[in-house]
């Protein structure tokens, strides 16, 4: 029987432990053909995070599972296996396994409707067309989730969307790339300490 110290202890430790442990789920689809993909920057994202952090992914359940610490917050980074189109399925798993409330959720994902490399936080908002939120949204039954889009431009001709989503990188993006990954990989850590509303003050539309 726990002292009444022991149950305040013991309350105290279950009540903040959840809310500085954030799961990081970065969009994309498994396999070599798709690596350098625009889809793919959610998992681009996270390897940049990964490779920051001298962090490595181990292959576990429905992903790719790193994790890291920093200021006092700890990181788990997951990259589905699920394919785009079930990305729910992963999240949805990934949040009960790790206990992880869904303000503490991250989901980084490609924006066909931001200029390449823009950077934009949100807590809620619709799929926008994108079928791995849309999974998302129908496994987690809401679309109040925080979600970090990262523009890929909408430099197709018409007809030419899944194409242009499914191409790699041109010559130009490739050159820049690096940067952006960099400042991504700086949003995030900032949305685990200072907070989804000054990560949102501080790196949209940077």
């Given at each position: 029987m726990l002292s009444f110290f022991g149950r305040i202890l013991s309350t105290t430790k279950d009540n903040t432990d959840p809310m500085r442990k954030f799961l990081i789920v970065g969009l994309g689809n498994i396999g070599e053909k798709y690596e350098e993909t625009?889809?793919?920057?959610?998992?681009?994202?996270?390897?940049?995070?990964?490779?920051?952090?001298?962090?490595?992914?181990?292959?576990?359940?429905?992903?790719?599972?790193?994790?890291?610490?920093?200021?006092?917050?700890?990181?788990?980074?997951?990259?589905?296996?699920?394919?785009?189109?079930?990305?729910?399925?992963?999240?949805?798993?990934?949040?009960?396994?790790?206990?992880?409330?869904?303000?503490?959720?991250?989901?980084?994902?490609?924006?066909?409707?931001?200029?390449?490399?823009?950077?934009?936080?949100?807590?809620?908002?619709?799929?926008?067309?994108?079928?791995?939120l849309k999974d998302i949204q129908a496994q987690l039954n809401t679309s109040k989730y925080p979600r970090f889009r990262f523009g890929i431009s909408d430099e197709f001709s018409k007809g030419n969307q899944i194409d242009y989503v499914l191409g790699e990188w041109d010559e130009e993006e490739q050159k820049k790339l690096p940067e952006r990954l960099k400042k991504s990989a700086e949003a995030i850590r900032s949305f685990g300490t200072a907070g989804v509303n000054n990560t949102m003050n501080t790196f949209n539309g940077k």
């Open positions: 625009r889809h793919n920057i959610g998992f681009k994202v996270l390897d940049q995070l990964a490779a920051e952090e001298n962090i490595s992914f181990e292959t576990v359940k429905l992903g790719d599972r790193a994790e890291f610490k920093w200021k006092g917050r700890t990181f788990v980074l997951i990259k589905p296996s699920t394919f785009m189109n079930l990305s729910g399925k992963a999240v949805n798993y990934w949040m009960q396994k790790e206990k992880v409330q869904v303000e503490n959720l991250l989901i980084v994902t490609d924006d066909l409707n931001l200029p390449f490399g823009t950077l934009r936080i949100k807590t809620k908002g619709s799929d926008g067309g994108h079928n791995g």
